[in-house]
């Protein structure tokens, strides 16, 4: 930098260099001060979790088995799907049986049998005699 006598920045070069040589340290008790201030104004942070969260208590195994079926509603359809199975399962009449083994000659009397257990009242007949 030149040193003109017409320049007006000599002056304040002047304070500058005065200034660097002496720098005083800010004291102990103003920087707690400043630090405590600024840690009072500024704000919490959102999403930020300072405690852990309390964990869920497991489902029971019932519970788990209710939602892996999908709620109380496939709950209901598979108990009346159960329950249908079981039925017709052991009510079959003969013409459902007969559409089953393929046996497509149908007569009026096959066709529906009333007692739907005709053939078990036989076996429980021959149980009932050979154990005698």
């Avoid at 840690?39 to 309390?54: D, R, S, Y």
């Avoid at 003969?94 to 049998?113: K, P, R, V």
């Amino acid at each position: 930098m030149s040193m003109n006598k017409d320049d007006d920045s000599l002056d304040l070069e002047l304070w500058f260099s005065a200034s660097r040589k002496h720098t005083p340290d800010p004291s102990e008790d103003l920087l707690a001060r400043v630090l405590s201030d600024a840690a009072m104004l500024q704000p919490e942070a959102p999403g930020i979790v300072t405690t852990a969260p309390e964990p869920e208590p497991r489902p029971s195994i019932w519970q788990q088995f209710t939602n892996a079926i999908g709620g109380w509603s496939g709950l209901a359809g598979l108990g009346t799907a159960t329950v249908a199975g079981l039925w017709i399962g052991l009510s079959a009449p003969t013409t459902f049986t007969g559409l089953i083994s393929g046996d497509t000659t149908f007569t009026e009397e096959s066709a529906f049998d009333p007692t739907y257990l005709s053939d078990m009242d036989d076996y429980a007949l021959l149980v009932i005699e050979g154990s005698e």
